[in-house]
Structure formats: structure tokens, C-alpha cells
């Protein structure tokens, strides 16, 4: 099945700053890799997501890049702000197999900004 | 778009008893809902996959009997924890995918279930 390994797992920065979070995956055959966002207490959120067709995606101060020969995806966090605290999970299917639609999620990242 | 609702948001119960957990999603059909439990700080764990009209598939380690798991309808799932246990106290998350839809995943609030 699909492993994939999330890293940092704390992430502090100063507000303005940028984040990275970086997630590797295991199966080759992956073909779509989205981006949850957690607040405390609260249901993980859709960010952004990637498909394999394309090495990066932006949605304004976000984006995802794909590296599909290291098997590694990145979210870029640029300008980051006091609501960009939160736990941040990356995520990988098992395959390309549409009929098998579950996610394997990282073990997530706890993102806190520094005003 | 894309709205899952989940209901009840938190429920305390005593061991022995039986929780219904629904999950709905409200504006989209949804062929495919998932199950998850989180323990706090760590990621989410799969319990299940449930498509309706059919029976859910179970993760490995997940006692099927214990998770009851009934997708009746294009836009309801339930989960029913039997006989809890105070070992069963988690968050439980449900998940859906759309009817059409790519891999993508909207999540419902959350139950917070206690068992005492």
C-alpha cells in the first residue's frame, strides 16, 4: 500500500514569512495529492490538491509542487499570516486505480505563525 | 459546495450502550463516504469505506462488528459503535466523494464520542 512520510512535524515561522511542508510518497503510481488544513477541534479542509499532470498549482498566496520522479510534493505557504496557524496534512491514493478511491494522509504538520 | 454535514456533533454515552453517528453529504451525491477516527494531535486513521448500496469495506484491525457501517442512500452514511467502551472514545470524521468526482475528499465536522 501507499506510505507516505510528512516532514517537519512542528513548524514555527514568523508572520510574513514563508512555509514549507514537504510529504514523499511511495507508490509511483499516485496520481493526486491534496493538501488538508486542520484547525483545533475543526474538520480538515481542502487547501489545494495537484494531479500528476502537472508539477506545480498556485491559488494565491498557496501552492503545491509535485516532483514525480523523487515521488515528493511540497505546499508553499508564502506570506503567512496569524490564521495560517494550524495542523497541515498531505495525502496520496493507493494507486491509479479508480476503483479504489481511498487516502493515505502523512502524519501531519502543526504550522504556528509568530506575530 | 461540496458540504458534509455530520450529526451529532458530540455525544457522551455509557459503556455498553450503542452510538448512531450520521453523515451526510448536502449538496452533492456522494457514491463513495469514508470513515475515519483521530486521536488527539495525530492524523487520520481509516476505518472504513462505505459505498452505497453496498457492503462497507473494512481496514485491517477495524472489528466490522463492532463499526457498524450502513450507506443507505447517494447522500447519508452511518456509523454505529455497539457496545462502547471507554477505549472507543475518539473523534470520529466522516468523508465523501462526489458521484463524478476525482479523488478529492470534503470532510464532515466531526463527532466527538465519550464513553463512560
Known amino acids: 500500500g501507499e506510505n507516505v512520510e510528512q516532514h517537519p512535524s512542528t513548524l514555527s515561522v514568523q508572520e510574513g514569512d514563508s512555509a514549507v511542508i514537504k510529504c514523499t510518497y511511495s507508490d509511483s503510481a499516485s496520481n493526486y495529492f491534496p493538501w488538508y488544513k486542520q484547525e483545533l477541534g475543526k474538520r480538515p479542509q481542502l487547501i489545494i490538491d495537484i494531479r500528476s499532470n502537472v508539477g506545480e498549482k498556485k491559488d494565491q498566496r498557496i501552492a503545491v509542487t509535485l516532483n514525480k520522479t523523487a515521488k515528493h510534493f511540497s505546499l508553499h505557504i508564502t506570506e503567512t499570516q496569524p490564521e495560517d496557524s494550524a495542523v497541515y496534512f498531505c495525502a496520496a491514493p493507493k494507486g491509479p486505480n479508480f476503483g479504489n478511491e481511498k487516502l493515505t494522509f502523512g502524519t501531519g504538520t502543526r504550522l504556528t505563525i509568530i506575530p | 459546495g461540496a458540504v458534509v454535514s455530520q450529526h451529532p456533533s458530540w455525544v457522551i454515552c455509557k459503556s455498553g450502550t450503542s452510538v448512531k453517528i450520521e453523515c451526510r453529504s448536502l449538496d452533492f451525491q456522494a457514491t463513495t463516504m469514508f470513515w475515519y477516527r483521530q486521536f488527539p494531535k495525530q492524523s487520520l486513521m481509516l476505518m472504513a469505506t462505505?459505498?452505497?448500496?453496498?457492503?462497507?469495506?473494512?481496514e485491517q484491525g477495524v472489528e466490522k462488528d463492532k463499526f457498524l457501517i450502513n450507506h443507505a442512500s447517494l447522500t447519508l452514511s452511518t456509523l454505529t459503535v455497539t457496545s462502547a467502551h471507554p477505549e472507543d472514545s475518539s473523534f470520529y470524521i466522516c468523508?465523501?466523494?462526489?458521484?463524478?468526482?476525482?479523488?478529492?475528499?470534503?470532510f464532515g465536522p466531526g463527532t466527538r464520542l465519550t464513553v463512560t
Open positions: 468523508s465523501a466523494r462526489s458521484l463524478g468526482g476525482f479523488y478529492e475528499q470534503y
Open positions: 462505505s459505498n452505497e448500496g453496498s457492503k462497507a469495506t473494512y
